[in-house]
């Protein structure tokens, strides 16, 4: 199996004229069943400052996690099934949440 985790920040210029920063946290672990048959977890944390510097800044915090099954059709198809649930926790309004199901056919382009 393999397990990756990481961090990233990024600035991005709003429509608002502000600027948003995004903190993220995340890990990957993925490990085989057979030759054909392998599956992933993931989650990861985000979250959102627009104008970081400003002490009433807006501050919203995302969560995800997710569990993946991939199926080796051949060589270079594979099929893929996530399923996933996202959370938002907005620093001064109500919650969100989402699931989501991906059913996917990927090809691996020869270089």
Excluded: C, H
């Excluded at 907005?90 to 989501?100: D, I, L, M």
């Amino acid at each position: 199996g393999r397990f990756k985790f990481g961090t990233s920040r990024e600035i991005n210029p709003a429509g608002s004229g502000e600027l948003t920063q995004t903190d993220k946290l995340y890990a990957t672990i993925i490990g085989a069943v057979s030759e054909r048959l392998s599956w992933g977890l993931e989650g990861a944390i985000y979250r959102n400052a627009t104008d970081a510097s400003n002490a009433s800044a807006s501050r919203d915090t995302y969560y995800k996690v997710g569990a993946n099954l991939y199926f080796a059709l051949t060589q270079k198809w594979t099929a893929d099934l996530r399923v996933g649930r996202a959370k938002q926790d907005p620093q001064g309004g109500a919650s969100a949440a989402a699931n989501s199901i991906y059913i996917g056919l990927r090809y691996e382009m020869p270089l």
